[in-house]
């Protein structure tokens, strides 16, 4: 009887052991095999049927012990029949606990070679004005059948990382149709979310690995779609991003720091609109693809008190300063500056230089509405305590001309038609003497009032394209 007494708990502890191995394993059945059979077709008609989009996804598994889930080859085709999303791999390790909290947490998030597309139109809608006008559809519907305005979800990621991602644009809306695909992107963020604060709803900060900054906040709304806020990216290496502005230049960005932050206004109707941007790049240096000595090296550049409005596009800049510049221009043999090289000939520019271009000239009736006339002004211009070499390897004896103690100063400028810009120009040779004008121009018509004065400059430095020319 003891012995038999004896054994009971043995045999309850067994049993309950056996049920637990025995739950534990139908847990890792149902987790790795059911429910991922049972979501792969799901989230595929689902989000087909939201997007009005074919989808397709190759691979889903779930992990239930360590709550994540992978996702391969998943790809959101668009009407045109080209890849709208697309993402070669997808893992995200949830924290299952955080759903029951206003904070949802995703330790984290790792995205393979994610590719993005966006299309603007030929009249300027975008091939995802569908989608978003269903969200503020879905949005308006949410809001019309409950009267609490329930407090915005938070949310939180310990760790994202893009590798090889892509993003491409184009857009047909221009006279010359612009195409362009931003690659390789690479992200590494972590611990950053939204928050909430009582000034503004929204709250974004991230550092990239390489210590750029992106911060963001305001607030976002969906009826109709809205956002206004502020945002500023920090510490911008150029260098970095040469893909970016290869096509607008033949230069190489050696060095350089760009900050920038703004205050922005979005509608989806009444377009974008920026208020008070800065920018500042700092130590710029930019080489020709004909050599490796900087033609240009910059202190500090820093515009301020801008305001920008896409829909009526105008744009007014308070002030562009340069400090500390150095500009080198040479004369090679035939003849040929390094700074012609410089801007690409006009069938190779991209269509927003072209676009540029148009800004310039006046619109006539047969262009296209959406190109009218940009107007830009600006209050303030100047170049600061720079410098001026011109170097001329065209003649046989090297020649040099240095002026320093440059200083430029352009009030006013504007691109409306006759409307006429002040400026003052003065430099200081390396040999002696000093060059001074101001005056008055204007771009629309071009035509200037300029007074020129020079005082005793020396002559010595033009003295080999004297003799040069004397032959």
Same mark, same amino acid.
């Given at each position: ?15 309950? @052991?056996? @049920?637990?191995?025995? *739950?534990?394993? *139908? /847990? %890792? ?19 087909? %049927?939201? &997007?009005?989009?074919?989808?397709? @996804?190759?691979?889903?598994? @779930?992990?239930?012990?360590? #709550? ?6 998943? *790809? ?14 997808? /893992? ?25 597309? &966006?299309?603007?139109?030929? +009249? ?24 609490? =305005?329930?407090?915005?979800? $938070? ?12 993003? %491409? /644009? ?31 709803? /929204? ?18 709304? &969906? ?16 260098? $970095? ?9 033949? #230069? ?5 720091? #760009? ?7 979005? +509608? ?28 240009? +090296? ?10 920008? +409005? ?7 800049? %308070? ?20 700074? =012609? ?13 072209? #676009? ?31 410098? *001026? ?8 004896n090297f020649s040099t001309v240095g002026f320093d103690g440059v200083q430029l100063q352009i009030n006013n400028l504007s691109n409306l038609k006759e409307h006429a810009a002040d400026f003052s120009f003065e430099a200081h040779s390396r040999h002696s003497g000093v060059v001074k004008t101001d005056g008055s121009f204007s771009l629309t018509p ?12 020396? &002559? ?6 004297l003799k040069e020319d004397a032959k």
């Amino acid at each position: 009887m003891k012995e038999s007494e004896s054994s009971t708990p043995c045999c309850r502890r067994s049993r309950i @052991l056996f @049920l637990g191995g025995l *739950l534990l394993v *139908l /847990y %890792a059945i149902v987790g790795f095999l059911t429910l991922p059979a049972i979501i792969h077709p799901i989230l595929e008609e689902e989000v087909s %049927a939201q &997007l009005d989009r074919d989808v397709s @996804l190759e691979r889903f598994r @779930l992990n239930p012990f360590t #709550l994540s889930a992978t996702m391969e080859g998943f *790809l959101i085709t668009d009407h045109d029949g080209e890849a709208l999303l697309s993402l070669k791999k997808g /893992y995200a390790n949830f924290q299952i606990l955080s759903i029951f909290t206003q904070n949802w947490t995703l330790k984290e998030l790792f995205m393979e070679e994610p590719y993005g597309r &966006l299309v603007v139109n030929e +009249d300027r809608t975008l091939n995802v004005t569908d989608i978003l006008e269903k969200i503020s559809e879905q949005m308006v519907s949410e809001t019309e059948d409950t009267d609490v =305005e329930e407090e915005p979800v $938070k949310m939180t990621v310990g760790h994202l990382v893009v590798t090889d991602g892509a993003f %491409a /644009y184009k857009d047909d809306s221009l006279p010359l149709p612009f195409e362009t695909v931003f690659q390789p992107i690479s992200v590494d963020l972590r611990d950053f979310g939204t928050s909430i604060d009582k000034d503004a709803p /929204y709250a974004f900060s991230a550092t990239t690995e390489s210590g750029e900054g992106f911060s963001w906040k305001g607030d976002i709304h &969906l009826n109709p779609i809205r956002s206004s806020g502020e945002f500023s990216i920090t510490n911008i290496r150029l260098p $970095k991003y040469k893909p970016f502005h290869h096509g607008f230049i033949r #230069l190489h960005v050696s060095d350089g720091l #760009l900050s920038l932050k703004s205050s922005y206004v979005y +509608d989806l109707e009444d377009d974008l609109r920026l208020s008070d941007p800065s920018i500042s790049i700092s130590e710029l240096s930019m080489q020709t693809a004909q050599s490796e000595i900087d033609i240009l +090296d910059v202190e500090s550049v820093l515009m301020e008190g801008a305001s920008i +409005d896409l829909k009526n596009q105008t744009a007014n800049i %308070a002030s562009f300063t340069v400090n500390n510049g150095n500009i080198r221009i040479q004369r090679r043999m035939g003849g040929i500056f390094d700074i =012609e090289s410089i801007v690409p000939p006009a069938e190779e520019l991209p269509a927003s230089h072209v #676009l540029m271009d148009m800004a310039s000239k006046p619109t006539t009736e047969s262009s296209s509405p959406g190109l009218s006339e940009w107007i830009v002004s600006l209050d303030s211009f100047q170049i600061k305590d720079s410098s *001026l070499a011109l170097i001329d390897s065209s003649i046989q004896n090297f020649s040099t001309v240095g002026f320093d103690g440059v200083q430029l100063q352009i009030n006013n400028l504007s691109n409306l038609k006759e409307h006429a810009a002040d400026f003052s120009f003065e430099a200081h040779s390396r040999h002696s003497g000093v060059v001074k004008t101001d005056g008055s121009f204007s771009l629309t018509p071009v035509a200037a009032t300029v007074n020129i004065l020079i005082d005793s400059l020396n &002559l010595k430095a033009i003295n080999n394209h004297l003799k040069e020319d004397a032959k």
